[in-house]
Structures are given as structure tokens and as C-alpha cells.
């Protein structure tokens, strides 16, 4: 009788620590929405004023706001206001506008933080997504947080991987922008 009342008090253990188990283990969640863009950036490098959408604002001492400085743009603050298309393509139907700031803050690495916006004004989608994060530049893929929204994407919150589509010197590059919401209102 003793037997039978351990072994059925060990399965009842063993099915709580199980259930316990289960809860406490992540769950893997699935995106509210998904969404790809990509932003198109110009910097102004001295020549292209009439095309330029972005420009360095702050250099350090030893650089300018024409021309990125040495040592990974170390100190360089540059701010933007970039077109957003649905494909890779410049000539694209923007259906909105990137526009923030990025600074290259770390001398021994090619590395930037960013801070920007999407701003939507297509007829398909109105209001802004806020993103903030690291940006390491040699890495394939990199992830930034999507720290709020408004309108369509009211307090949303998620990630955005970015990586980097094209890079034509210092003065053009495209992003590919993959957002995936986690918070969807």
C-alpha cells in the first residue's frame, strides 16, 4: 500500500514539474504583422546638393561636414530624410520617408547607433514607426527595436533586421528593412 502511495504521489510530482516545466520554457511567438521596405540614403558629399538626403551635422575635430572622417567615421553625427519603397529600386513610388539620425560612435570598429522614424504618407498606410539601436555595419544582418508607432501603427512594438542592399562608396547606400511586430493595437 505504501509502494502504491509513493509511486502515485511521484507521478503526481512528476506531471507538476512537468506542466512547471512547460510554462517557465519561451514561448516562441509569432508576428502581428510583417512588413519589407528599403531606404534610400545620399549623403551630401560637397557636389550633389540637389539630390542629397542625408548630411553630416556634427565631425570631429580632426574631420568636416563634407566628407566622413577617418577612423570609421568615428564622431561623425549625420541626419537624414530618406524615401522608403516597397522594392530596391531609387525610382520606386516612395510610400514614405525615413528620417532620424545615425553616428558612428566607435573608433575601432565600423559601427553606428541609429534613431529614426518611418513616416508613412501612401493611401495604404499613414502614421510613423519609431526605431532605435546598434547598427555593427560589417555584420550581414543586424536588429534594431521598434519602440512605438503612431496611427496605423499605433504603440506597436517589435524588431526591424536590417541589412545592407547596396553601398556605392560614401555617398549612397540602400537598407532592405524586415519589420516584424509583436505589439499590434
Same mark, same amino acid.
Given at each position: 500500500?505504501?509502494?502504491?502511495? /509513493? /509511486?502515485?504521489?511521484? @507521478?503526481?510530482?512528476?506531471?507538476? @514539474?512537468?506542466? /512547471? /516545466?512547460?510554462?517557465?520554457?519561451?514561448?516562441?511567438?509569432?508576428?502581428?504583422?510583417?512588413?519589407?521596405?528599403?531606404?534610400?540614403?545620399?549623403?551630401?558629399?560637397? *557636389?550633389?546638393? @540637389?539630390?542629397?538626403?542625408?548630411?553630416?551635422?556634427?565631425?570631429?575635430?580632426? =574631420?568636416?561636414?563634407?566628407?566622413?572622417? =577617418?577612423?570609421?567615421?568615428?564622431?561623425?553625427?549625420?541626419? +537624414?530624410?530618406?524615401?522608403?519603397?516597397?522594392?530596391?529600386? $531609387?525610382?520606386?513610388?516612395?510610400?514614405?520617408?525615413?528620417? @532620424?539620425?545615425?553616428?558612428?560612435?566607435? *573608433?575601432?570598429?565600423?559601427?553606428?547607433?541609429?534613431? +529614426? %522614424?518611418?513616416?508613412?504618407? %501612401?493611401?495604404? $498606410?499613414?502614421?510613423?514607426?519609431?526605431?532605435?539601436?546598434?547598427?555593427?555595419?560589417?555584420? *550581414?544582418?543586424?536588429?534594431? %527595436?521598434?519602440?512605438?508607432?503612431? =496611427?496605423? +501603427?499605433?504603440?506597436?512594438?517589435?524588431?526591424?533586421?536590417? %541589412?545592407?542592399?547596396?553601398?556605392?562608396?560614401?555617398?549612397? +547606400?540602400?537598407?532592405?528593412?524586415?519589420?516584424?511586430?509583436?505589439?499590434?493595437?
Amino acid at each position: 500500500m505504501a509502494a502504491a502511495v /509513493a /509511486a502515485v504521489l511521484i @507521478g503526481v510530482l512528476l506531471i507538476i @514539474g512537468s506542466s /512547471a /516545466a512547460a510554462e517557465a520554457a519561451p514561448r516562441r511567438r509569432r508576428p502581428c504583422k510583417r512588413m519589407v521596405f528599403y531606404f534610400h540614403d545620399i549623403l551630401y558629399n560637397g *557636389k550633389n546638393a @540637389g539630390n542629397a538626403t542625408a548630411a553630416i551635422v556634427a565631425a570631429p575635430a580632426w =574631420g568636416n561636414t563634407t566628407i566622413l572622417s =577617418g577612423q570609421n567615421h568615428f564622431g561623425d553625427v549625420v541626419v +537624414f530624410d530618406d524615401p522608403i519603397t516597397r522594392d530596391n529600386n $531609387l525610382h520606386s513610388p516612395a510610400v514614405g520617408r525615413a528620417q @532620424g539620425m545615425y553616428l558612428y560612435d566607435k *573608433k575601432e570598429i565600423f559601427t553606428a547607433w541609429l534613431g +529614426f %522614424s518611418f513616416v508613412f504618407n %501612401s493611401t495604404e $498606410l499613414k502614421g510613423s514607426l519609431t526605431f532605435a539601436g546598434a547598427d555593427p555595419l560589417m555584420n *550581414k544582418t543586424r536588429d534594431v %527595436s521598434v519602440i512605438g508607432g503612431t =496611427g496605423d +501603427f499605433f504603440m506597436a512594438r517589435g524588431i526591424a533586421t536590417l %541589412s545592407t542592399d547596396a553601398f556605392e562608396g560614401e555617398v549612397y +547606400f540602400r537598407l532592405c528593412t524586415d519589420i516584424k511586430l509583436y505589439e499590434c493595437w
